[in-house]
């Protein structure tokens, strides 16, 4: 007899998670060099794309240094960002070819709102030779050729291969899934408070809408150590009006 699949496969929710995470730190392996600080985004191949201003240690790479860019996803809960998941990708820094500039700058733009990004633009636009004083330059975009994706969400931990994590496609309901999920987290806490209380039989509190996909739902409560609970569909759902019964199904157990 066949398990029920109760989960997106790894691949997809590691797509998933990197398509909402915003670069936090970058570093060089094989060096003893600290990590540093990095802005910038998440392409539509799931690659980091970096954003690098004069005197950032990468601005100067000609020769696509090994690096690790640090990826964090987060889930503001009553005003508070909480991490939900952390990605080390793991690859070589290149720059972004100028005629896939603009597509990179507009992916990031959402998780790195900069004025540099026009920079970027300006700089490549402008006729050879010409343009910045000497000594200056424009911020440059560059992107991580990925070799693997280390994983830690939740209470688990992994390895994605490149071919996997490319071959992935992010949930193809996430949007309205992340919409669903915050208006379930602003207006109906109760509801799902008292939801779980059923279906664990016990008393809880602190309850949040954690996750939610077209396979089931992840709802987390507790204060000082939180747990993270899956909660199932009887079958995965389609699309998103079968996403928001089932949401409406949860709400309503006794």
């Given amino acids: 007899m066949q398990r029920p699949v109760t989960a997106p496969p790894i691949p997809e929710r590691i797509r998933t998670l990197a398509a909402a995470a915003a670069p936090t730190h970058v570093s060089f392996a094989g060096t003893a060099r600290p990590a540093v600080p990095a802005r ?90 010409g343009g910045r004083p000497e000594g200056t330059g424009a911020p440059r975009l560059l992107r991580v050729d990925v070799g693997q994706v280390v994983y830690l969400t939740g209470g688990e931990s992994g390895v994605v291969d490149a071919e996997d994590y490319l071959r992935a496609v992010p949930d193809p309901l996430s949007e309205p899934a992340e919409r669903m999920l915050a208006h379930v987290n602003d207006t109906h806490r109760r509801q799902l408070t008292d939801a779980l209380c059923s279906l664990l039989g016990a008393p809880v ?7 939610l996909d077209r396979y089931g739902a992840t709802v987390r409560h507790g204060a000082d150590r939180p747990a993270l609970v899956r909660l199932p569909w009887p079958a995965p759902v389609a699309c998103a009006r079968s996403l928001e019964h089932a949401v409406h199904g949860l709400l309503c157990h006794r």
């Fill in 40 to 129: 910038g985004g998440v392409d539509g191949a799931g690659r980091p794309v970096l954003l690098v201003r004069p005197g950032d240690p990468l601005y100067g790479a000609r020769d696509e240094p090994a690096v690790t860019v640090d990826l964090v996803a987060s889930r503001r809960l009553g005003g508070h960002e909480t991490a939900r998941g952390l990605l080390k990708v793991q690859g070589w820094a290149q720059a972004v070819p100028a005629a896939e500039a603009r597509e990179a700058a507009v992916a990031i733009a959402g998780h790195c709102p900069d004025e540099a990004l026009f920079d970027v633009l300006e700089d490549l636009a402008a006729p050879a030779g």
């Fill in 205 to 211: 509190r602190e309850v949040w809408l954690w996750e």
